[in-house]
């Protein structure tokens, strides 16, 4: 069973996409959990006008130029092209966020270099399960010594059912 967004999901998502830039895995975790959850925010009519996909897809694409700086913040990240649509591994789940602003340095200089491998889609819709994902990743700061992967196997279990 899904938990329903909230206002409050979407304040925390929006604190913290506008805080520190991530530094560490465990922070560019909760950030991609944040975009995560305004994505799906942005689909429902009461959180349309405050979670504008353009916003959204800003912060998506600075967090590829993030990674992109610095290969340690997520497994693996990669670009489609064809699709238009961006990859991010990150504690072995795979956010993908489509249409970002695949224009700007040094993402272009990433998208067409060897380095950008095709990958494909996992085949598990984080959106639903944004909420869980949030508080999965907040709970990873609060505890980074924490173990996050049972969690994180449990509610990729649950959306593939």
């Known amino acids: ?5 909230i206002l409050e999901h979407v304040q925390l998502s929006f604190d913290i996409i506008h805080g520190k830039d991530p530094q560490r895995k465990d922070e560019f975790f909760l950030n991609l959990a ?6 799906a925010a942005a689909k429902k009519k009461e959180f349309k006008k405050i979670a504008p996909y353009k916003d959204i897809k800003r ?8 990674w992109v700086a ?3 913040l997520a497994e693996e990240a990669s670009y489609d092209i064809a699709d238009k649509c961006l990859y991010i591994r990150c504690h072995t789940l795979q956010f993908s966020f489509h249409y970002i602003y695949d ?3 040094p993402i272009v200089g990433f998208i067409q270099s060897e380095e950008n491998k095709a990958t494909t889609w996992d085949g598990v ?4 399960i944004a909420v869980d994902i949030l ?3 907040v709970e990873k700061i609060r505890n980074p010594l924490g173990d996050i992967n049972d969690k994180i196997n449990e509610i990729k279990q649950r959306e593939i059912k």
């Open 34 to 39: 944040a975009v995560n959850l305004l994505n």
């Open 125 to 128: 819709k984080l959106q639903p």
């Open 59 to 66: 912060h998506a694409t600075y967090l590829f130029s993030l």
């Open 1 to 5: 069973m899904q938990s329903e967004i």
């Open 103 to 105: 224009k700007y340095q």
């Open 135 to 137: 508080n999965i990743a």
């Open 70 to 72: 610095d290969h340690t």
